[in-house]
Structure formats: structure tokens, C-alpha cells
């Protein structure tokens, strides 16, 4: 990648975040450090494994845009290290902002994607389906927190509704144990003008300033499914997302219904490659 975009946005930015993005257009998600709490002294690094593993989402429609983030510092107060190979909603035809930023597409802010950790094994290998959901739980809150931080959003919330649902997923030839539960937090809608917002593309604050408030809450349906590649020594959690909010007016819209299958089908189509030998 000619230009490092995570650190320079971290020049334009005062917070201290150290990871890099490895694709052209993936846009960093920026997040106060802390000190590690169980990280192994030995674990690759995020850089590292995007080095070696890529993540294929193929085929993905047109309307998903893939980009990826390495999240090290990010997930650094939970002990891990890894990548966040990402997709969300593109700009529809006609218009040079997000889907996943407008509010009248099902994909306003729809998730799909796939965290590889380094390791993990004790959390996503050999604890019940209960830790394991915990787990990836908060990975996915760190990760919303930060991208709404990083959106400009003031408080930024993620809280993981209990009660969750397990089932299985074929995913990459096995089954995978998964996990569904609401997850309470903001739209990521705005009129900050950060780094990333003017990456992603935010319709203007006509379009929805009547019908919404910047940064508005938000229920996100979430869905995991996760397993322990003991070859790579990785833990690989696949994952999606759809929103549900109420209008000022009480107007309710759950977008549910209209992803929920097409996640589930983009889920069993991921696979996860070496691509330093170019095998899988």
C-alpha cells in the first residue's frame, strides 16, 4: 500500500494508535490505548498475520465494499491481537455516500466480516459455547466503540444484550458453534468531520436531520459463529449484523428481515487462505 493510512490519519488525529490498515481503501478505526492485559508475549501481531492469512468473502454482491483493519490496539484490554477483515454497504448508484450511512437502505448500518485473533484457543477451542459467545461479544463492542469514536460520535456505546441464541453454521466444510443476541448502540450518522466519515461519505444532514438525530440509538441484531484453527494457531470469528431504530417521529424500521438470509448465506461462503504458500 503506497500510503499508510492509519498513520496518517494518526498525524492528523491527537490519539495514540500505532496499527496499520493493508488495504487502499480501508480507513482507520482510532481507540485510546491501554495497558495489555493478557496479550502471549510470543503472539504475532495483527501486520503479521495479515502477512500470512487473508479472509475471502467471494462472492460478494456489489453493493458490500470489503476493506480491512488490523485491530491490535483496539483489542489490546482483552489480550489479543488480530485482523478485522470487514464489508458494509457502498454508495447505492447516484450517490457518493455509504449505504450503511442511509437510513432508507436495508443496509444502514448492516456489519458483515471476520476477526482472525492470534491464538484464542482457550476462548473459541476449548471453553463452551457460552465463553465463547462472551468472547466474541466483547470483541465486537471494543470494535463498535471504537469505529463510532472514530466516527465522532461523543459516547460512543456497544452493550451486548444477554440471553443469546446458539445453533450451528457450515462454514468453511464444518459445522461452527454460533451465537445471536442484540447488541444496544448508536448509528454511527453524523455531521463530525473526521477522517473516517469523510471516507465512508455521509448523505447530507438534510436528507435525514427530520427523521433522525446524529448518532441516534440503535439495536444491532448480531451473529457470530467461531472455531480454532489449531494449524495456524488463529481463532476465526465470522460474523454479521443488521440495525433496528425508531424514527423522532416513532416511526419503528428493523432491517432484519431483509438481511438476515443473505448474511446467513455470506457466512458459509468464507473462507480462510495462507497467503504467503497460497493454500488453503
Known amino acids: 500500500?503506497?500510503?499508510?493510512?492509519?498513520?496518517?490519519?494518526?498525524?492528523?488525529?491527537?490519539?495514540?494508535?500505532?496499527?496499520?490498515?493493508?488495504?487502499?481503501?480501508?480507513?482507520?478505526?482510532?481507540?485510546?490505548?491501554?495497558?495489555?492485559?493478557?496479550?502471549?508475549?510470543?503472539?504475532?501481531?495483527?501486520?503479521?498475520?495479515?502477512?500470512?492469512?487473508?479472509?475471502?468473502?467471494?462472492?460478494?454482491?456489489?453493493?458490500?465494499?470489503?476493506?480491512?483493519?488490523?485491530?491490535?490496539?483496539?483489542?489490546?484490554?482483552?489480550?489479543?491481537k488480530g485482523v478485522n477483515y470487514y464489508a458494509y454497504g457502498g454508495p447505492a448508484t447516484g450517490h457518493n455516500f455509504a449505504a450503511r450511512s442511509d437510513a432508507d437502505s436495508s443496509l444502514y448500518q448492516a456489519w458483515f466480516g471476520a476477526y482472525v485473533i492470534a491464538g484464542g484457543k482457550a476462548a473459541f477451542g476449548m471453553a463452551g459455547e457460552n465463553h465463547g459467545c462472551q468472547a466474541f461479544a466483547k470483541l465486537a463492542e471494543y470494535d463498535q466503540r471504537s469505529w463510532l469514536q472514530?466516527?465522532?460520535?461523543?459516547?460512543?456505546?456497544?452493550?451486548?444484550?444477554?440471553?443469546?441464541?446458539?445453533?450451528?453454521?457450515?462454514?468453511?466444510d464444518s459445522k461452527r458453534t454460533t451465537c445471536s443476541f442484540d447488541m444496544k448502540s448508536h448509528s454511527d450518522l453524523g455531521t463530525a468531520d473526521t477522517p473516517l466519515a469523510k471516507h465512508m461519505g455521509m448523505p447530507p444532514s438534510e436528507k435525514w436531520k427530520d427523521r433522525l438525530s446524529p448518532f441516534h440509538d440503535l439495536t444491532l441484531h448480531v451473529v457470530g459463529a467461531w472455531w480454532y484453527d489449531s494449524r495456524r494457531d488463529v481463532s476465526v470469528i465470522v460474523y454479521g449484523a443488521s440495525s433496528a431504530f425508531t424514527t423522532k417521529s416513532g416511526a419503528a424500521r428493523d432491517n432484519r428481515s431483509a438481511l438476515d438470509a443473505t448474511l446467513a448465506r455470506m457466512m458459509t461462503q468464507v473462507h480462510v487462505m495462507n497467503t504467503a504458500r497460497g493454500g488453503q
Request: aromatic share 4%.
Open 1 to 80: 500500500m503506497p500510503i499508510d493510512t492509519r498513520r496518517k490519519v494518526l498525524r492528523i488525529t491527537t490519539m495514540a494508535l500505532a496499527s496499520a490498515l493493508l488495504t487502499t481503501s480501508a480507513l482507520p478505526q482510532e481507540q485510546p490505548r491501554h495497558s495489555s492485559v493478557v496479550t502471549p508475549a510470543q503472539a504475532p501481531t495483527g501486520e503479521v498475520l495479515a502477512e500470512h492469512i487473508s479472509v475471502s468473502f467471494a462472492p460478494l454482491a456489489p453493493e458490500w465494499v470489503a476493506e480491512q483493519n488490523v485491530m491490535d490496539p483496539i483489542w489490546e484490554p482483552l489480550g489479543y
Open 150 to 172: 472514530a466516527m465522532g460520535d461523543p459516547s460512543p456505546l456497544a452493550q451486548s444484550m444477554a440471553s443469546p441464541h446458539f445453533s450451528t453454521t457450515a462454514i468453511a
